[in-house]
């Protein structure tokens, strides 16, 4: 899916730079997709999540069903859970809902995009492109911003470590 084309699926683009801060958001029909972001990575890290807040102004509940990006092998939509006191995550079955009138996040320790086998590391200041497809609005493209390495919460560049026992079962 080109840009030009996902721009063409009515996806509005509204980009502000305030300051040093990089905010931005998507509009896709009835959602509005804040500030997606994802963080810097080391030089060989393979994994990086990817987060955002959608909000969904319509009044039919809408759901993220699949995630692609060019920088990135493969790319999912994953949960967090504790197991035996233990935190893992799993590629999600049922994609990520975003309900009718409601805001939803994924953020690290919760939902999260998750890019695996990246091509190039994740430079702070620069952006990545993600298509994103929800079951009714369709697809749209958003450039996650590269945010400071462990940014707010758990860091994906070490998740080699962590339990992905359920990645390339699906
Ligand atoms: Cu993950």
Not at 66 to 80: D, Q
Not at 83 to 103: D, W
Not at 145 to 166: F, I, L, R, W, Y
Request: glycine content about 10%; aromatic content about 4%; charged content about 20%.
């Amino acid at each position: 899916m080109s840009l030009l084309k996902s721009l063409a699926a009515s996806a509005a683009l509204v980009m502000l730079v305030s300051g040093s801060a990089f905010a931005h958001e998507y509009k896709l029909g009835g959602l509005v997709i804040h500030h997606p972001w994802t963080r810097a990575t080391p030089p060989k890290a393979m994994a990086a999540g990817g987060f955002a807040t959608i909000e969904n102004t319509g009044s039919d509940d809408d759901r993220l069903i699949a995630v692609s990006t060019p920088v990135a092998g493969r790319a999912e939509i994953h949960e967090m859970a504790v197991n035996n006191g233990v935190m893992t995550m799993r590629q999600s079955e049922n994609g990520f809902a975003v309900p009718a009138n409601a805001t939803s996040e994924m953020k690290p320790g919760g939902f999260h995009l998750m890019l695996m086998d990246l091509k190039q590391p994740f430079v702070e200041g620069e952006t990545v492109p993600v298509t994103l497809t929800f079951e009714k609005a369709g697809e749209v493209t958003v450039e996650l911003a590269v945010e400071k390495m462990g940014a707010k919460g758990m860091d994906h560049s070490n998740m080699k470590t962590m339990d992905h026992s359920q990645h390339g079962k699906n």
